[in-house]
């Protein structure tokens, strides 16, 4: 079973990717605990970590969440300061992405992990090196992809575009997951509401994308409802084998 894994995509940068990585990394450790399931963490870049303090970043919560598999710098072998696309960031450090350990850095995660998540830079069409944009790492990996989208208006429009843009790329959309990345002070019975918006959004698109799951994350909220079968998305067909999830 060694091998499978997912990627964890945008519709944009800022969308809530982390906080729903690190929710499907806990729930698959809070059900795999006891068959000591092998949960692998993967970052394949990251830019706006300033040098020396990790902390808080996304590759240190992924890890934290994954019970701190491998090492920090397996997690993400390329980190770079400036909070620009990491092709940006490494030019001005005078460094380029090394799009060759991009690909490799998966192949530890790999062999020590019954399953690894992986979290994409920004949006799918996002560069991360000079030539690789997010699509072409998923494709070259062969991971079928969790498409996160901010639980806001317009998620519809955005999720949408994206799942069609990947298809034409060839590939899989195991999920959608929308992500509450503010805070509602309104109430849910109000139609323009942020949380009324979020349901009757994921509930548009679990009807216009089914049999793909469309699921939530609630803002701060550290577990995805309703959560979904990860183990069996991760697997090649396995979409077939998991009921479409209305919400
Ligand atoms: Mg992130």
Redesign the pocket.
């Known amino acids: 079973m060694a091998g499978s894994g997912l990627f964890v995509t945008g519709t944009d940068t800022d969308v809530g990717?982390?906080a729903v990585?690190v929710a499907i990394v806990r729930g698959l450790m809070r059900d795999g605990l006891q068959s000591g399931l092998r949960v692998g963490v993967y970052?394949p870049v990251a830019s706006g970590v300033p040098t020396g303090g990790a902390a808080g970043s996304?590759m240190a919560r992924l890890w934290e969440a994954a019970g701190r598999p491998l090492s920090l710098e397996a997690v993400c072998p390329q980190r770079f300061e400036a909070a620009i696309s990491p092709p940006r960031s490494a030019l001005a450090e005078g460094r380029r992405i090394d799009e060759t350990l991009l690909r490799s850095g998966f192949d530890a995660w790999r062999n020590a992990s019954d399953i690894v998540i992986v979290?994409g830079?920004g949006g799918l069409f996002s560069p991360l090196g000079e030539t690789t944009l997010n699509a072409d790492l998923a494709r070259d990996l062969d991971l079928p992809l969790v498409v996160v989208d901010a639980a806001r208006l317009g998620a519809i429009g955005r999720t949408l575009a994206v799942v069609r843009a990947a298809r034409a790329e060839g590939l899989h959309v195991a999920a959608v997951v929308l992500s509450q990345i503010e805070l509602s002070e309104s109430s849910p019975a109000d139609p323009a509401s942020p949380q009324a918006i979020a349901i009757q959004s994921a509930s548009d698109l679990a009807e216009r994308l089914r049999p793909v799951p469309v699921t939530m994350l609630a803002h701060h909220a550290t577990a995805i409802e309703p959560d979904l079968d990860w183990l069996t998305l991760s697997r090649p067909g396995g979409q077939h084998a998991v009921a479409p999830t209305p919400p």
């Open positions: 990717k982390t990585a970052k996304d979290e830079a």
